[in-house]
C-alpha cells in the first residue's frame, strides 16, 4: 500500500476543507450570514459545489465551522486580556473591554456566537467553549474576593455568566431595527455604565 500516496490525499482534502471554511468565513465577516449560501462559497472557494459537500457538508455544518473559528478568534482577544497583569478592577475592565472590541471589529462572527446556528455539534462546542472563557472570569472573581478587594454573595461562576449575558445583551441593541440602537456613542455610554454598575457591585465595603 502506497501509505505517502494516501497522505498527499489527505493533505489535499484536509487543504480543499480549510480553503472552503475560510472563505464561508469570509463571507460571513463581509455580508452577514445571510449571504452565507453553497453557491457563493463554492465561488469564492472555486470549487464545485459537490465538493463543499464532501469536504464540509451543507450550510449547517458550515456555519458549525465557521462558529468553531469565531470562538477560537475570541479566545484570543479574551485570553490576551486574562494574561495581562493589573488589578482586579484593571483585569475587569479590561475582560470587558476585549469581549467588546471583538464584537465591534467581527461584529457578524459575534452575532453568530450569541445566537449560534440550530445545530447540536454547534451549540455543544460554542457552549464548551464559552464556559472556558467564563471559568476564566469566575476565576478572576475568586482573586478578587482572596484578595479582599471583592464582596459577593453569589457564586463566582453565577456571576461570571451574569456578566456575559449582561455584555451581550448591551451588544446586542445594536441589532434591534428601532429608535432603540444605539449609535456608538450611545453604545459606549450603556457600556461604561455596566461596567461602573459591575464594579460598585462587587466591590467589597469599607
Known sequence: MDTSAGTRTQRRAAATRQS???AAKDILATH????????????RADVAVQTIYNRVGGRSALLVAVAELAMLENREYMDTA????????????????SYTRFALERPHEFRLLVEPPDHPEALTRIAELIQEQNNKLAATIRDGIAEGVLSVDEDPEVL???????????????????????????????????AGTMLVGLRART
Open 32 to 43: 452577514g450570514s445571510a449571504a452565507l449560501t453553497i453557491e457563493a462559497v463554492a465561488d
Open 82 to 97: 486574562y494574561a495581562t497583569p493589573g488589578t482586579i478592577e484593571e483585569r475587569l475592565l479590561l475582560t470587558a473591554s
Open 160 to 194: 461570571a455568566t451574569a456578566l456575559w449575558a449582561m455584555w451581550n445583551g448591551i451588544l446586542s441593541l445594536g441589532w434591534r431595527a428601532d429608535p432603540l440602537r444605539p449609535d456608538r456613542e450611545r453604545l459606549q455610554q450603556l457600556l461604561d455604565a455596566a
Open 20 to 22: 472552503i471554511v475560510q
